[in-house]
């Protein structure tokens, strides 16, 4: 992930699309667009985006262990 990159993230029950405005160690700042408010920056932690990815990835190699 790098600034100017796109992202979907779950926002109010619904996938918004978001372009990554900065970047920090643990969180990330994304500008998103809403009806009312076009260029909002939204605050979300890293270990959102890692969340599905890694996690998967993890139980499938414990399961191949046994």
């Known amino acids: 992930m790098k600034v100017g990159d796109t992202v979907k993230i779950d926002f109010a029950g ?3 699309e ?3 405005f900065k970047l ?3 969180s ?3 500008k998103m667009d809403f009806d009312k408010d076009k260029g909002k ?3 979300r ?3 959102e985006f890692n969340k599905g990815k890694s996690g998967k990835k993890k139980e499938k190699a414990k399961s191949e262990k046994k």
């Open 41 to 43: 920056v939204v605050k």
């Open 45 to 47: 932690k890293l270990s």
């Open 28 to 30: 990330v700042h994304l």
């Open 24 to 26: 920090f160690p643990n």
């Open 14 to 16: 619904k996938k918004k």
């Open 18 to 20: 978001g372009v990554v």
